[in-house]
């Protein structure tokens, strides 16, 4: 499941870079490159959309990060239930007194 996240979150940051270097700060970008006047959609509607993909991308981003700390494995490490060995170790000489 970690693993999962861990790829849907990485997915979201690559779309997320992409549709903001697609942006131009000022209003031009993808959006001016459709300057034609037979198109489906707008410049205006074009601009519209990539703001929406950039908060809906941000969200999702958000969301899955928080979602991670959920399903993150935990490890403790050491078991404390297992009992220690008191036996001598068979390299070890026995002392006769």
Request: glycine share 6%.
């Amino acid at each position: 499941m970690y693993v999962l996240v861990s790829i849907l979150i990485l997915v979201v940051c690559i779309l997320l870079a992409l549709v903001v270097l697609v942006q131009n700060s000022k209003g031009g970008g993808l959006a001016s490159n459709f300057a034609g006047s037979s198109q489906i959609m707008s410049v205006r509607k074009t601009a519209d959309f990539l703001e929406k993909a950039t908060w809906t991308l941000a969200i999702a981003l958000l969301v899955l990060s928080l979602f991670s700390v959920f399903v993150i494995p935990r490890y403790t490490g050491v078991n404390r239930q297992q009992p220690q060995q008191t036996q001598q170790s068979p390299m070890q000489p026995m002392h006769n007194n």
